[in-house]
């Protein structure tokens, strides 16, 4: 069974740092695009950054400049690298990826269970 695991949130105060962790794990044929989304309360689901298999990067106007996403091809893992956080970026961080599981055979989206980042003013 493919599963996807964040890691790495919590409460920063406003300025501080915080990298988050995404870990997938079971038999995977291979990975393409992973990326970074968050709901903040009462709020959609938006984009944070994604990252594709070749390493090109996308990121939202509202985090350019201060948060940086990266992946580990070997290790099937995800990062997000949160600089200068504001109150604003309080929300549930998800990560999701686009692979092909060995036993199904085509791509498909897959995504985390979540994790609180709540940024203090």
């Known amino acids: 069974q493919v599963q996807l695991v964040e890691s790495g949130g919590g409460l920063v105060q406003a300025g501080g740092s915080l990298t988050l962790s995404c870990a997938a794990s079971?038999?995977?044929?291979?990975?393409?695009?992973m990326s970074w989304y968050r709901q903040a309360p009462g709020k959609q689901r938006e984009l944070v950054a994604a990252?594709?298999?070749?390493?090109?990067?996308h990121y939202a106007d509202s985090v350019k400049g201060r948060f940086t996403i990266s992946r580990d091809n070997d290790k099937k893992m995800e990062y997000l690298q949160m600089n200068s956080l504001k109150p604003e970026d309080t929300a549930v961080y998800y990560c999701k990826a686009v692979l092909k599981p060995l036993h199904v055979g085509r791509w498909s989206d897959y995504w985390g269970q979540g994790t609180q980042v709540t940024v203090s003013s």
């Open positions: 079971g038999s995977i044929v291979s990975i393409s695009d």
């Open positions: 990252i594709s298999s070749g390493g090109i990067t």
